[in-house]
């Protein structure tokens, strides 16, 4: 049902060091309803945001359902809230709450599957702010989108496929820039609610 968890090098090597060298040195339709897990599987389009810490997820859900399961247009709405909060749990942990590296990792790997949290810990540079966090001191974000395709078992989600792009400005002591990310992410309903399974992830200018 999902995708088998692989990195792209090319993802793996791009992190916001680069963004933001040059501040240093001169001076990621929304859907509706849902029900568990943390996000919802996959829907037909459908509406619905939730901000947090100035955070505003806009996304689009699409539902892939078993013969006799509910309606696309209906799984969508149920998942959409989930996968919803989800997301926001982690571009705050990622780069509103990182800012300043006080904060640690240990919210954000949470939100992987165990089996790949040593992997995600390793690639924190193409997941998040990374190793510039200590360097700034807030991230204002200025777009968070998101399309997702769910999977249903019999009737629950079970796994669902999200594209995520984020943009923002990162401030320092030195002045501001640019910080941006996009992935592709895998997750898996458990029973602790939804979990990263597989990724390929980037941060930096948008392409």
């Known amino acids: ?115 790949v949290r040593a992997s995600a810990r390793k690639q924190l540079d193409a997941l998040s702010l990374g190793a510039d966090a200590p360097k700034v001191s807030a991230v204002r974000p200025s777009r968070a989108s998101a399309r997702a395709v769910v999977l249903y078992g019999e009737r629950r989600p079970a796994a669902a496929t999200v594209r995520l792009a984020f943009d923002g400005t990162a401030d320092t002591a030195q002045g501001s820039g640019q910080v941006h990310l996009r992935s592709v992410l895998q997750l898996l309903a458990t029973g602790e609610g939804w979990r990263i399974a597989a990724f390929d992830s980037r941060t930096g200018p948008p392409k």
Do not use: H
């Not at 990195?7 to 933001?20: D, E, W, Y």
């Not at 001169?26 to 943390?38: I, R």
């Not at 947090?52 to 149920?78: C, F, I, W, Y």
């Open 1 to 115: 049902m999902i995708v088998a968890a692989r990195n792209n090098p090319r993802f793996r090597t791009a992190g916001l060091a680069g963004v933001l060298a040059g501040v240093l040195l001169a001076g990621g339709c929304t859907s509706g309803g849902g029900p568990e897990p943390d996000g919802q599987a996959p829907g037909s389009p459908s509406t619905s945001a939730a901000p947090a810490k100035g955070l505003q997820v806009k996304l689009v859900t699409m539902a892939k359902v078993p013969p006799g399961g509910p309606s696309a247009t209906r799984a969508a709405r149920q998942a959409a809230p989930g996968l919803e909060r989800f997301l926001d749990r982690y571009l705050t942990a990622a780069f509103v709450r990182a800012a300043g590296g006080e904060a640690g990792w240990d919210g954000l790997i949470g939100l992987f599957d165990k089996p």
